[in-house]
């Protein structure tokens, strides 16, 4: 399996977004007056920062980014809003989002090693897409693990997004309704990627 190696801080300092976003609280101050950032950008370039951002965000690699795209696509309403749901209901990203992971990295390797339940059943596939209604809870036999407490200590301030009804003494969430666009921490222009991949 591809395994994507880039250097965090200095891809989301590229594709202009806070490290806290990929669930990494440091600040780099290196190369702060680049001259990279005058230049112009074509519309080409607006385009694949855009998708490289999605890709970076998510850890999805070119293969699978463009399978959510073609699902996307076949959605009703907005491909470039349908995308990012998709994404946001991978359940690597739910387990990021209910803080018991510290970066979506680390939540795909928790997902792997099968600590997850999904509606009582062990999921162990990161790209596995919650429904409304799915309840995520961390397998009894992982809340004895100190792995889970510090995660939720490390993570207690950030925002539990709308659409899940977290219960953190029992290390439970329950998806209330699907994601949206209005939901992100982070500002993207999917229409950009469906441009992008339409020409």
């Not at 690597?92 to 990295?105: E, K, P, Q």
């Given at each position: 399996?591809?395994?994507?190696?880039?250097p965090?801080?200095?891809?989301?300092?590229?594709?202009?977004?806070?490290?806290?976003?990929?669930?990494?609280?440091?600040?780099?101050?290196?190369?702060?007056?680049?001259?990279?950032?005058?230049?112009?950008?074509?519309?080409?370039?607006?385009?694949?920062?855009?998708?490289?951002?999605?890709?970076?965000?998510?850890?999805?690699?070119?293969?699978?980014?463009?399978?959510?795209?073609?699902?996307?696509?076949k959605?009703?309403?907005?491909?470039?809003?349908?995308?990012?749901?998709?994404?946001?209901?991978?359940?690597?990203?739910?387990?990021?989002?209910?803080?018991?992971?510290?970066?979506?990295?680390?939540?795909?390797?928790?997902?792997?090693?099968?600590?997850?339940?999904?509606?009582?059943?062990?999921?162990?596939?990161?790209?596995?897409?919650?429904k409304?209604?799915?309840?995520?809870?961390?397998r009894?036999?992982?809340?004895?693990?100190?792995?889970?407490?510090?995660?939720?200590?490390?993570?207690?301030?950030?925002?539990?997004?709308?659409?899940?009804?977290?219960?953190?003494?029992?290390?439970?969430?329950?998806?209330?309704?699907?994601?949206?666009?209005?939901?992100?921490?982070?500002?993207?222009?999917?229409?950009?990627?469906?441009?992008?991949?339409?020409?």
């Amino acid at each position: 399996m591809a395994v994507n190696r880039d250097p965090i801080l200095k891809r989301c300092r590229y594709l202009g977004i806070s490290p806290t976003v990929v669930g990494i609280d440091k600040k780099s101050n290196r190369f702060k007056n680049n001259n990279n950032s005058r230049r112009k950008v074509s519309e080409y370039g607006m385009q694949l920062k855009e998708k490289q951002k999605l890709k970076f965000i998510y850890g999805v690699l070119e293969k699978q980014f463009y399978h959510y795209y073609e699902l996307a696509a076949k959605m009703e309403g907005q491909a470039g809003n349908n995308l990012i749901v998709l994404l946001e209901s991978r359940l690597d990203n739910v387990i990021f989002r209910m803080g018991l992971a510290s970066t979506r990295r680390e939540s795909r390797q928790l997902v792997n090693h099968g600590h997850f339940l999904v509606n009582g059943n062990k999921v162990d596939i990161p790209s596995y897409r919650i429904k409304v209604g799915d309840v995520i809870t961390l397998r009894d036999k992982s809340k004895s693990s100190s792995k889970f407490k510090d995660n939720l200590e490390l993570t207690k301030s950030r925002v539990v997004p709308a659409w899940l009804d977290e219960n953190r003494d029992e290390y439970k969430a329950t998806v209330t309704r699907m994601p949206s666009v209005e939901d992100l921490d982070y500002d993207v222009e999917a229409h950009l990627i469906v441009e992008l991949y339409s020409k």
